[in-house]
């Protein structure tokens, strides 16, 4: 669906449960934030709803996240339902802790690709910034997703004093095994939001880094793509500059909560309920509305917000 501002709203993110099995520092104040919403919906439910989206909302694009989506019971068959419904590009977002032993069911439930969020390569770094997990199970998981034919990428959301001298190890890491690595730009969200003590490292620190140990050409990245690409012999990476150049103006998401609601922003993430659609036996222009409506609150200058990002799964 085109929004106002003529942005193709293409793309869906969907925490199918606020739950998490990490408590990374950027993300949360501590472990018991991540609760499970108390009128989280069923998975049928919430397959109805990404279905509903898909059919007259003009979706096309899923990504499936949290908290940690491989928490979720019911993530296969949630997958498999996806795919049935026709959507062809479904992904996810996970810290890969458990992914090693889900990832053949999830392969040929549909599942296409992951972003994997790996925040360092040392075992108790990973476990500090983390707050729990083991770098080893991670591992394991990329090894074990690159076996199943998934297209992988990493996250790495680089922070000052914790895991910045860490960027060009990763970058190799990802070389050596043909995954693009995308180093992500702290952003004011959460905890982090009106923090006087916020680490920020910004694009042209990473790069600086990068360059001590490659030589690095700027490449071309898709129209709508949110991170800056460059290459280096061996491959692609990306940036993610959400602090230093946001992409406001091509944003083409949207989100989807555990609970039902949209949210068209994260920087002014008014919620629009879906859920009372379930019961409509014609939902369609009530929900082309109730998109326009989510997609409106999109500000044009990323100002960052309270919201905690495990609502929405970043
Ligand atoms: N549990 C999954 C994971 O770890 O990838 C999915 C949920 S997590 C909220 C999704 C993404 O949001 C991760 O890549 C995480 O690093 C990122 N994220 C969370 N808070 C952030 C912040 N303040 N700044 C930048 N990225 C953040």
Request: proline letters at 4%.
């Amino acid at each position: 669906m085109l929004d106002l501002q003529g942005r193709n709203i293409n793309k869906l993110r969907i925490s199918v449960s606020e739950a998490c099995n990490m408590a990374c520092s950027y993300c949360v104040t501590g472990i018991n934030e991540h609760q499970v919403a108390p009128d989280q919906l069923p998975m049928q439910d919430l397959l109805k709803l990404a279905t509903l989206l898909h059919r007259h909302a003009g979706i096309e694009k899923i990504r499936i996240t949290g908290g940690e989506p491989l928490l979720y019971r019911e993530l296969v068959p949630f997958v498999e339902g996806l795919s049935e419904s026709g959507l062809e590009d479904i992904g996810m977002t996970s810290n890969g802790l458990l992914l090693a032993r889900s990832v053949p069911s999830l392969a040929k439930a549909g599942l296409k690709h992951i972003n994997l969020s790996l925040d360092s390569l040392q075992p108790e770094r990973f476990r500090k910034m983390g707050r729990a997990g083991s770098l080893r199970s991670t591992l394991d998981g990329i090894d074990a997703s690159l076996e199943a034919g998934l297209r992988l990428k990493i996250n790495m959301v680089v922070v000052k004093g914790e895991n910045e001298d860490e960027v060009a190890d990763v970058l190799e890491f990802g070389i050596a095994r043909g995954i693009e690595v995308r180093f992500l730009e702290l952003m004011r969200m959460g905890p982090l939001y009106q923090n006087g003590d916020f680490k920020l490292v910004t694009m042209e620190e990473m790069l600086n880094s990068i360059r001590e140990r490659f030589s690095v050409t700027t490449a071309q990245a898709d129209e709508d793509s949110t991170s800056q690409r460059f290459w280096v012999p061996g491959g692609y990476f990306g940036i993610i500059p959400n602090e230093s150049a946001p992409f406001c103006s091509t944003c083409s998401r949207l989100r989807l909560t555990s609970n039902g609601k949209l949210i068209g922003c994260l920087s002014n993430p008014i919620e629009t309920s879906i859920r009372h659609l379930l019961d409509h036996h014609d939902p369609e222009m009530e929900l082309k509305s109730l998109v326009m409506e989510s997609v409106s609150y999109k500000k044009s200058q990323f100002t960052g917000s309270d919201l905690v990002m495990s609502k929405v799964g970043g």
